[in-house]
Nanobody
Framework: QVQLAESGGGLVQAGDSLRLSCAASGRAFSSYTMGWFRQAPGKEREFVATISWNRISTFNIPFVKGRFTISRDNAKNTVYLQMNSLEPEDTAVYYC????????????????WGQGTQVTVSS
């Protein structure tokens, strides 16, 4: 069992940066694939980035476009999403999730979810 808690969201202007954090409790955090997802009003939840136990990361390239990075600190049981050059289209609730499957991007493969943190980007 893993419990997740996101933080770091807020209201920013276009072009600004934010770093989201996701603190995990429970055992064997270092063995989990950690994912970030987001959901905008009226839209489906979509994959943003993952980082696996060996720190291999993947991104949803079409909208990330090199602006986001994902990292993890296993000593602190925390995963981060650094978001730069934010755009109004990035406005959404951002969720972190944990999976015991390697490198998965499908939200249905993630049994553990945080409560989400709101990111709002004004133009």
């Amino acid at each position: 069992q893993v419990q997740l808690a996101e933080s770091g969201g807020g209201l920013v202007q276009a072009g600004d940066s934010l770093r989201l954090s996701c603190a995990a409790s429970g055992r064997a955090f270092s063995s989990y694939t950690m994912g970030w997802f987001r959901q905008a009003p009226g839209k489906e939840r979509e994959f943003v980035a993952t980082i696996s136990w060996n720190r291999i990361s993947t991104f949803n390239i079409p909208f990330v476009k090199g602006r986001f990075t994902i990292s993890r600190d296993n000593a602190k049981n925390t995963v981060y999403l650094q978001m730069n050059s934010l755009e109004p289209e990035d406005t959404a609730v951002y969720y972190c999730a944990a999976s015991q499957r390697y490198g998965v991007r499908d939200p249905s493969e993630y049994p553990y979810w945080g409560q989400g943190t709101q990111v709002t980007v004004s133009s």
